[in-house]
Nanobody
Framework: VQLQASGGGLVQPGGSLALACAASGLTLNSYTVAWFRQAPGKEREGVAVRRLSGGRTYYSDSVKGRFTVSRDNAKNTAYLQMNDLKADDTAVYYC??????????????????WGQGTLVTVSS
């Protein structure tokens, strides 16, 4: 099983990036997809979740209205579209797969599979 995250890079404030998480060895649409991030000196935090059950999406307050999580089952790939990026969005971003209950969607320990992380730097 492998999750390959890509799409990170350097972007100016107000810019956009699209992260991808390509899965192999498993079927993406059997899992809830989550994106977490970890900034230097901070704990890992969840920013976006797309649940297996019903496909509903959830976002942290810090990214709501700017980030969109999606999945392409045919490509076995999940995405995180990030718009209007801010300096505070600078972090390593991780995709994760699991089957958490609704009350645990932000609990990183619930997720079974993790990508290797991709660095997003927002700076002028």
């Amino acid at each position: 099983v492998q999750l390959q995250a890509s799409g990170g890079g350097l972007v100016q404030p107000g810019g956009s990036l699209a992260l991808a998480c390509a899965a192999s060895g498993l079927t993406l649409n059997s899992y809830t997809v989550a994106w977490f991030r970890q900034a230097p000196g901070k704990e890992r935090e969840g920013v976006a979740v797309r649940r297996l059950s019903g496909g509903r999406t959830y976002y942290s307050d810090s990214v709501k209205g700017r980030f969109t999580v999606s999945r392409d089952n045919a490509k076995n790939t999940a995405y995180l579209q990030m718009n209007d990026l801010k300096a505070d969005d600078t972090a390593v971003y991780y995709c994760a797969l699991g089957n958490p209950i609704l009350s645990a969607i932000w609990d990183s320990q619930i997720y079974r599979y993790w990508g290797q992380g991709t660095l997003v730097t927002v700076s002028s």
